[in-house]
Nanobody, 122 residues
Framework: QVQLVESGGGLVQAGGSLRLSCAASGLTLSAYTMGWFRQPPGKERQFVAAINWSGDTIRAASLKGRFTISRDNAKNTVYLQMNSLKPEDTADYYC????????????????WGQGTQVTVSS
């Protein structure tokens, strides 16, 4: 059974940093595309970043280099490093798996974690 567990969220002041983790069981992350998404309060879920089986990465253009996705194959874990956080980054953050796809389309990701909350205070 596939399970994705996010962690690392919390409350941080604007300008601070957080690193989110997504630990997987039941599948080998390096064989898939792993994506991070976020859902701000009252808004739709948004694509943040993804890393594919080759280690290629893509990122939402609006993030302007503040967020970085990476993967530790030995730990079967994907990370999202978030720097220079802004209040508008406040959201629930989710990781998800996409088989045979590499891109931002939410519908292509078929397994999701439970999410971790990030709150950025001004």
């Amino acid at each position: 059974q596939v399970q994705l567990v996010e962690s690392g969220g919390g409350l941080v002041q604007a300008g601070g940093s957080l690193r989110l983790s997504c630990a997987a069981s039941g599948l080998t992350l390096s064989a898939y595309t792993m994506g991070w998404f976020r859902q701000p309060p009252g808004k739709e879920r948004q694509f943040v970043a993804a890393i594919n089986w080759s280690g290629d990465t893509i990122r939402a253009a609006s993030l302007k280099g503040r967020f970085t996705i990476s993967r530790d194959n030995a730990k079967n874990t994907v990370y999202l490093q978030m720097n220079s956080l802004k209040p508008e980054d406040t959201a629930d953050y989710y990781c998800a798996v996409a088989p045979a796809y590499f891109g931002p389309m939410i519908s292509k990701y078929d397994r999701w974690g439970q999410g971790t909350q990030v709150t950025v205070s001004s």
